[in-house]
Nanobody
Framework: QVQLVESGGGLVQPGGSLRLSCSAS????????MGWFRQAPGKEREFVAAISWSASAIYNEDSVKGRFTISKDNARNTVYLQMSNLKVEDTAVYYCGAQFSPRGYISGDETEYRYWGQGTQVTVSS
């Protein structure tokens, strides 16, 4: 059973930066695709970024292009989301998802992720 724990959320001013972390346990982390999703109040959860076991990455270009970077540290079983130039509309609960994907497939479809963390709140406000 894979367990995911997100951390790093908080309150930040517009234009600021945050780095979210998602620590994984209970699985072969190196063979999983990992994704970040977010859900703002009153809205559906949306895809942010994902990374394959081989560190190939995809992003929601419409909302985070050039501002967010996903990365992973296999030695620490951790995936990161570096967020820069944050906007008020980035305010949401950010969730980490994981799915066993040994062939390197990555997806922005939340239905393809089996394991989820509890989420971490990011609030962008002046």
């Amino acid at each position: 059973q894979v367990q995911l724990v997100e951390s790093g959320g908080g309150l930040v001013q517009p234009g600021g930066s945050l780095r979210l972390s998602c620590s994984a346990s209970g699985g072969a982390f190196g063979m999983y695709m990992m994704g970040w999703f977010r859900q703002a109040p009153g809205k559906e959860r949306e895809f942010v970024a994902a990374i394959s076991w081989s560190a190939s990455a995809i992003y929601n270009e419409d909302s985070v292009k050039g501002r967010f970077t996903i990365s992973k540290d296999n030695a620490r079983n951790t995936v990161y989301l570096q967020m820069s130039n944050l906007k008020v509309e980035d305010t949401a609960v950010y969730y980490c998802g994981a799915q066993f994907s040994p062939r390197g497939y990555i997806s922005g479809d939340e239905t393809e992720y089996r394991y989820w963390g509890q989420g971490t709140q990011v609030t962008v406000s002046s």
